[in-house]
């Protein structure tokens, strides 16, 4: 694994924070503790030895005070165990929640659009696809499998450190046909609808909007008349591509067992399938349900549909 994998992987780092928090916490509460409890026993004994002689010497003293204060002292904990203690169940509590239920990423690109924004702060289920094992992202219990119109994040297949967000086109066993900037699902054209033209504000231009039914899952697409349906020049090579045929006009891909097809909803301004290869299940990190937050549109909060 390398280090820009590390680096980008939040997920390890926060695994290895919660060992070493809760291994420092282990040690303290089963050894270290009782190593400070046994060292101000002795003390503290030894001040009620001297003092006890001082009092049967006729010296009058109080000294339970003073008694208090030493063994607060020899029982404080170091400020490194204090803090490893404070964070660990944090640590572990925000590891479980983002490791198995609920994940939350933000929408970097406009591939999405109209569907999803930039700036989007979004929450993805991490258990509808299965149970999968933190860090190496091995699926242990199968729960469901991707459907066609989901909105999936994956790591990227040609740079795992990165997380991709787009739409579930194909399933394991599928024909994809994506010609003149129209989808075919084993050999049935998929249903669109024209919709108001969508402006782009970033560049200030119209978009043809349609409303594409998937499979019986309605959403929003973008195509920009002036852009081809495919730019030969950016198609890379990628596991299982014999299972492609490109031509200028589109492509044909029957879609491997284990692998999904994604497409970006701004079918034009995006970087996906078509260019890169399929999904393997391993990459799957999850279903992208909902918006919580928007800083610079609160209507955006609600459901992905």
């Not at 495919?230 to 044909?252: A, I, M, Q, R, W």
């Given at each position: 694994?390398?280090?820009?994998?590390?680096?980008?992987?939040?997920?390890?780092?926060?695994?290895?924070?919660?060992?070493?928090?809760?291994?420092?916490?282990?040690?303290?509460?089963?050894?270290?503790?009782?190593?400070?409890?046994?060292?101000?026993?002795?003390?503290?004994?030894?001040?009620?030895?001297?003092?006890?002689?001082?009092?049967?010497?006729?010296?009058?003293?109080?000294?339970?005070?003073?008694?208090?204060?030493?063994?607060?002292?020899?029982?404080?904990?170091?400020?490194?165990?204090?803090?490893?203690?404070?964070?660990?169940?944090?640590?572990?509590?925000?590891?479980?929640?983002?490791?198995?239920?609920?994940?939350?990423?933000k929408i970097p690109s406009s591939s999405m659009v109209p569907t999803l924004l930039v700036g989007d702060l979004i929450l993805v289920n991490k258990f509808t696809y299965?149970?999968?094992?933190?860090?190496?992202?091995?699926?242990?219990?199968?729960?469901?499998?991707?459907?066609?119109?989901?909105?999936?994040?994956?790591?990227?297949?040609?740079?795992?450190?990165?997380?991709?967000?787009?739409?579930?086109?194909?399933?394991?066993?599928?024909?994809?046909?994506?010609?003149?900037?129209?989808?075919?699902?084993?050999?049935?054209?998929?249903?669109?609808?024209?919709?108001?033209?969508?402006?782009?504000?970033?560049?200030?231009?119209?978009?043809?909007?349609?409303?594409?039914?998937?499979?019986?899952?309605?959403?929003?697409?973008?195509?920009?008349?002036?852009?081809?349906?495919?730019?030969?020049?950016?198609?890379?090579?990628?596991?299982?591509?014999?299972?492609?045929?490109?031509?200028?006009?589109?492509?044909?891909?029957?879609?491997?067992?284990?692998?999904?097809?994604?497409?970006?909803?701004?079918?034009?301004?995006?970087?996906?399938?078509?260019?890169?290869?399929?999904?393997?299940?391993?990459?799957?990190?999850?279903?992208?349900?909902?918006?919580?937050?928007?800083?610079?549109?609160?209507?955006?909060?609600?459901?992905?549909?």
């Amino acid at each position: 694994m390398s280090l820009q994998v590390i680096l980008g992987n939040f997920a390890l780092i926060l695994f290895v924070l919660m060992v070493v928090t809760g291994a420092i916490w282990f040690l303290d509460v089963f050894y270290l503790a009782k190593q400070r409890r046994a060292t101000a026993d002795r003390a503290l004994a030894e001040f009620d030895a001297r003092n006890n002689k001082l009092t049967a010497d006729g010296i009058k003293i109080d000294h339970n005070s003073s008694r208090g204060a030493i063994e607060a002292a020899l029982l404080r904990q170091p400020t490194w165990i204090e803090y490893s203690g404070s964070f660990f169940p944090v640590i572990a509590l925000v590891f479980f929640l983002r490791s198995f239920l609920y994940e939350p990423f933000k929408i970097p690109s406009s591939s999405m659009v109209p569907t999803l924004l930039v700036g989007d702060l979004i929450l993805v289920n991490k258990f509808t696809y299965g149970i999968r094992l933190p860090v190496i992202n091995k699926k242990i219990i199968a729960i469901n499998d991707p459907q066609r119109g989901d909105v999936m994040v994956f790591k990227y297949p040609k740079d795992l450190s990165q997380d991709y967000i787009k739409r579930v086109v194909g399933v394991p066993g599928d024909k994809i046909t994506y010609e003149n900037k129209r989808l075919t699902v084993n050999g049935k054209p998929v249903e669109y609808t024209a919709l108001d033209d969508y402006l782009d504000d970033e560049h200030l231009v119209y978009n043809k909007q349609y409303r594409e039914n998937l499979s019986g899952v309605a959403h929003k697409i973008l195509n920009n008349e002036q852009a081809a349906s495919l730019n030969l020049g950016d198609v890379k090579t990628f596991p299982h591509s014999e299972n492609c045929s490109y031509k200028y006009e589109g492509f044909t891909c029957v879609v491997p067992a284990g692998n999904y097809f994604m497409m970006g909803d701004n079918r034009d301004n995006s970087a996906d399938s078509r260019y890169w290869g399929f999904v393997p299940d391993q990459n799957i990190v999850g279903k992208a349900f909902f918006v919580w937050m928007n800083l610079g549109n609160l209507r955006r909060i609600g459901g992905i549909h």
